[in-house]
């Protein structure tokens, strides 16, 4: 069976682990030579570049967390980690100190960079970080090419105007979705957010072939604003969806009115979708109506109508890989694959 996933952040990495399961390989490590493929794509619209060192947070969230290496009770970065370095550079007040750097974590970065600076390609990168890792699948990112999400706020360092008519909005600035997630947690209201660069990119190597030779592509419960929302961004990836012979199922991230991690609702509400599971499978929308869905899984007590998509309700708290095995198992049999 090969399999197809666009997934972002700690939740795709979570997801990606239950995809192994089902198809009976371990969840974390090197996977047994047989005839299943499972291929990730992954978002890099958070990729930001600090101190010098190209930073790849979701990459690096499913590199880590599906070789076992990760830090699972934080969700996020190397176990076992030490923080001398990020302490240090704290101390000089130096560049974004609000960007944690495990001190483990500053070897991947420090050799993706190197790599990066000699001509190679990402998705070369990440291959080769990836035989070192073996996390069990192949991990591709969604382009080669540059793309930030950045994030427009009313500028929070603008000093108050006591001339300013009450509604109005004061400077603007336009935030790395990095700065605007992690050092003001989503907490400053979003007027738009938007994958720079996304229309100037192409698919990285191998993405839109994943695509086409899929027998199922999923749609891990990911953010679908800042981490779904950039690989579909990226010309000819909906187009292929769109065209694939594989259906294509989503899962919900959002259970009742909330998302199960991370400040979705935040995202949501900046491009205007409720934040409900109704909400984001319109967001999504059907594919025999230009959108990517043939099917959406949700939580068993939330209700959506998706017009043409088939929606059917499953468990989605990933609280372990044999459950996210049963989300994947779920996805499988409201298409008739199972």
């Not at 600076?117 to 991990?139: E, F, I, K, M, N």
């Not at 947690?185 to 100037?200: F, M, R, V």
Request: hydrophobic share 45%; aromatic share 6%.
């Amino acid at each position: 069976m090969r399999i197809a996933v666009l997934a972002g952040g700690v939740g795709g990495a979570k997801f990606l682990l239950g995809v192994k399961r089902y198809l009976g390989r371990p969840a974390f490590g090197p996977a047994p030579a047989d005839e299943h493929l499972i291929t990730a794509i992954v978002n890099t619209a958070d990729d930001i570049r600090l101190h010098n060192l190209q930073i790849c947070p979701d990459l690096d969230s499913c590199m880590y967390t599906l070789s076992g290496v990760s830090d699972r009770q934080r969700g996020w970065g190397r176990a076992d980690e030490t923080w001398t370095v990020s302490g240090e550079l704290a101390g000089y007040d130096a560049e974004a100190p609000w960007f944690s750097l495990g001190d483990r974590d500053i070897a991947t970065h420090l050799v993706r960079t190197r790599m990066l600076d000699a001509g190679y390609r990402l998705s070369d990168v990440t291959d080769a970080l990836c035989r070192r890792w073996q996390p069990g699948l192949t991990l591709l990112p969604m382009t080669d090419d540059r793309v930030e999400t950045h994030v427009v706020v009313e500028d929070p360092a603008a000093a108050p105007d006591a001339d300013r008519p009450a509604g109005t909005p004061g400077p603007l600035v336009a935030l790395h979705f990095q700065e605007w997630w992690i050092r003001y947690q989503a907490k400053l209201p979003a007027l738009s957010i938007s994958p720079i660069g996304a229309e100037e990119s192409t698919p990285a190597p191998g993405v839109l072939d994943a695509i086409a030779e899929a027998d199922l592509v999923l749609i891990a419960p990911s953010n679908p604003v800042v981490s779904v929302g950039p690989i579909l961004a990226v010309p000819g990836i909906a187009d292929a969806l769109r065209a694939t012979a594989a259906p294509v199922v989503g899962v919900s991230p959002i259970i009742g009115a909330a998302p199960v991690r991370g400040h979705a609702d935040k995202c949501l509400e900046a491009v205007g979708v409720p934040v409900s599971a109704q909400g984001v499978g319109r967001h999504y929308g059907a594919r025999s109506d230009g959108g990517v869905l043939d099917a959406f899984l949700i939580a068993p007590d939330d209700r959506a109508t998706v017009p043409g998509v088939t929606v059917a309700g499953q468990p989605l708290l990933m609280t372990d890989p044999e459950h996210t095995a049963e989300m994947v198992a779920a996805c499988v049999q409201v298409v008739g694959r199972g």
